[in-house]
T-cell receptor, first 115, second 112 residues
Framework: DGGITQSPKYLFRKEGQNVTLSCEQN?????MYWYRQDPGQGLRLIYY???????QKGDIAEGYSVSREKKESFPLTVTSAQKNPTAFYLC??????????????FGPGTRLTVL | AQSVAQPEDQVNVAEGNPLTVKCTYS??????LFWYVQYPNRGLQFLLK??????LVKGSYGFEAEFNKSQTSFHLKKPSALVSDSALYFC??????????FGAGTILRVKS
């Protein structure tokens, strides 16, 4: 987990609320990623960013938004439009561009629960 | 569709015995292949990767994986399992020019 921090570790959200998950890295990596993990489904890509001020949708972007104003930070907002947001959210970073064989390094995750 | 399959939801092995966690892939071209491990309520830890070259890749904590192009497989192995190896293991693939694709994961249980 070293080099990537996520906060909070646990987050509770009421229906209709937007919440923001924090991800910070000190690895000087260009690329950052957000994944959602549900039991038995592996990890699914929500958004990724290859460079500051640029990001692309992944496979399940609906109901989520991101920003990349700084190289080291890639916050994820879970909006009220996300119908089933309860999940474990993982942030990752890698040195190069997506599609290159660079290893992705993961943060410790945030567990989001909708009350 | 480009994908990776882990055919076993769970693998049980006795401590000290060899272990194998299976992974097969379906991608066009030559893929980049990875193994990660996840302990409960933690992020994923990188174990090893295959890019090119020797088909046997050695990684962290005594794990190794063998790339088999004809069988499109990348099975994870360890000669002697430890109880502390018990965790969730993910195989992943980067089809060239594309994003990382994960398998559903395999739970490894090592019993003493």
């Amino acid at each position: 987990d070293g080099g990537i921090t996520q906060s909070p570790k646990y987050l509770f959200r009421k229906e209709g609320q937007n919440v923001t998950l924090s991800c910070e890295q000190n690895l000087n990596h260009d690329a950052m990623y957000w994944y959602r993990q549900d039991p038995g489904q592996g990890l699914r890509l929500i958004y990724y960013s290859q460079i500051v001020n640029d990001f692309q949708k992944g496979d399940i972007a609906e109901g989520y938004s991101v920003s990349r104003e700084k190289k080291e930070s890639f916050p994820l907002t879970v909006t009220s439009a996300q119908k089933n947001p309860t999940a474990f959210y993982l942030c990752a970073s890698s040195q190069g561009l997506a599609g290159a064989p660079d290893t992705q390094y993961f943060g410790p995750g945030t567990r989001l629960t909708v009350l | 569709a480009q994908s990776v399959a882990q055919p076993e939801d769970q693998v049980n092995v006795a401590e000290g015995n060899p272990l194998t966690v299976k992974c097969t892939y379906s991608v066009s071209g030559n893929p980049y292949l990875f193994w990660y491990v996840q302990y409960p309520n933690r992020g994923l830890q990188f174990l090893l990767k295959y890019i090119t070259g020797d088909n046997l890749v050695k990684g962290s904590y005594g794990f190794e994986a063998e790339f088999n192009k004809s069988q499109t497989s990348f099975h994870l192995k360890k000669p002697s399992a430890l109880v502390s190896d018990s965790a969730l293991y993910f195989c992943a693939v980067i089809p060239r020019g594309n994003k990382l694709v994960f398998g559903a994961g395999t739970i490894l249980r090592v019993k003493s």
